[in-house]
């Protein structure tokens, strides 16, 4: 179904940020221009989208390591050029009425979307790519954050995230200006004081899956003086119990609260 239109209703709450994860991925194929469009659409603070490396080192938006889930392609993205992703449908799989939709380059959704709406990038299965950090924080550099920040009235266009401590660390040292997240899994839970207190020396959000959030953790985070995001919210319901508990933001298929098509 391509929306064309939809109704716009109150927020959870103010202030709480809205991630729209993998875009608007509820109502359009993840991590495509059309999810990402939709999320702006519906209001969104920030879409949220994932990174992996091409075999030519092109940095690509999408889920997978592997390309059948969510294209017409198969094997590995690390083992394809951009030329060859590039040519892959990235929606006919979600709805036919998406076909044509393309696996973007993350250097086109910063150029199309870099201050009309934020942009929380993920690094997945660094292990795969080697130097994936530099690469990314290179293009950073190169874009430009800060005077499009400046443009766009914004105290931060981009952060950054993954479930790679390591990469989050490193990214801290290497782009000290750019907000990072570290993602926890629900099997690292419950994390020791310990360790929170680690993780507050170099992550400015920790980013909890939301089965696993509690008014204590939420308390312990903000104790430290570092945010919390929830991940990942498909149930209106569950959303309104998550907003409730104090999160500073929470990421979800579905950025428009109530839409009424859901
Ligand atoms: O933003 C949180 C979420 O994106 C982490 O899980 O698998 O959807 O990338 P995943
Ligand atoms: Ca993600």
């Not at 009425?97 to 660094?126: H, S, W």
């Not at 105290?155 to 950054?160: D, E, L, Q, R, T």
Request: charged share 30%.
């Amino acid at each position: 179904l391509v929306l064309t239109s939809f109704m716009l209703s109150p927020r959870l709450s103010d202030g709480m940020t809205v991630i729209a994860h993998r875009g608007a991925s509820g109502y359009a194929p993840e991590n495509t221009m059309a999810a990402f469009e939709l999320a702006v659409e519906m209001k969104a603070d920030y879409l949220e989208l994932d990174v992996h490396l091409s075999k030519d080192g092109e940095l690509v938006v999408l889920h997978d390591e592997t390309l059948e889930r969510t294209t017409d392609g198969a094997g590995m993205v690390k083992e394809r050029t951009w030329a060859e992703l590039s040519a892959l449908d990235a929606g006919g799989k979600f709805d036919p009425a998406y076909a044509g939709e393309r696996i973007p380059l993350l250097r086109e959704v910063l150029d199309r979307y870099a201050g009309r709406i934020g942009i929380l990038i993920e690094l997945k299965k660094t292990a795969l790519y080697p130097g994936i950090e530099e690469k990314l924080a290179e293009l950073i550099e190169d874009y430009d954050v800060a005077a499009r920040a400046l443009q766009a009235g914004q105290a931060s266009p981009i952060m950054i995230q993954s479930f790679d401590r390591e990469s989050v660390r490193l990214l801290a040292k290497r782009l000290p200006d750019i907000p990072r997240a570290v993602l926890i899994h629900p099997d690292e839970h419950p994390l020791s004081p310990s360790t929170l207190a680690d993780l507050a020396t170099y992550a400015d959000y920790i980013n909890c899956y939301f089965e696993v959030l509690d008014r204590k953790l939420i308390r312990d985070i903000h104790a430290l003086d570092r945010k919390v995001m929830a991940w990942t919210l498909r149930d209106e319901r569950e959303m309104e119990r998550i907003a409730r508990l104090g999160v500073d933001g929470i990421i979800t298929d579905y950025p428009v609260w109530g839409y009424e098509g859901k």
